[in-house]
């Protein structure tokens, strides 16, 4: 029963994810992919994933948000349901703490969960994509985890661009 609960919590997932895909195609189709409200659309993606289940996930979202362009906010935005989705399902977690504040140089975004952790982390495509997304806009991404203490995503400005970090 608590695997098919996950199952179903990750396909649910992945039908808002495809919703919000077509909904956002639409809108860059009609000229209007600017009215992207990131703070709205993450709070969102937050309650619709706690909705019905027994996921709990804590978040301090900054106000101040409504600065971060519109393509990082569409990489934030994805990173969040690509954190989530991964902790529920290759991790097994039911709680996450989701903070994004913004900062002196741009913005600091953290994703950790209670999951089954991993002594090896293998990024997979999504992890591969988010890294490279965020580091061609400036940003480095970093995943820490160990077995049974979860996982954790952090993604904050590279203030020494052009020189490769861990």
Do not use: C, W
């Amino acid at each position: 029963p608590e695997e098919a609960k996950r199952k179903i919590i990750s396909a649910n997932m992945q039908a808002i994810s495809a919703l919000e895909e077509m909904r956002n195609s639409v809108h860059v189709l009609s000229g209007k992919d600017s009215e992207f409200d990131l703070k709205l659309n993450l709070e969102r993606v937050i309650s619709e994933t706690m909705e019905g289940t027994d996921i709990v996930i804590r978040s301090k979202i900054d106000d101040e948000v409504k600065r971060v362009d519109y393509a990082a906010a569409r990489l934030i935005y994805g990173a969040l349901k690509e954190g989530l989705s991964n902790g529920i399902r290759h991790g097994k977690s039911n709680a996450f703490f989701f903070e994004l504040k913004m900062t002196e140089n741009g913005f600091s975004f953290l994703l950790s969960d209670n999951g089954t952790g991993t002594d090896r982390i293998v990024p997979g495509f999504g992890l591969k994509q988010m890294t490279e997304q965020f580091e061609n806009i400036g940003y480095r991404v970093k995943f820490q985890s160990e077995k049974d203490e979860g996982f954790e995503i952090s993604i904050f400005k590279n203030l020494r661009r052009g020189k490769k970090h861990d």
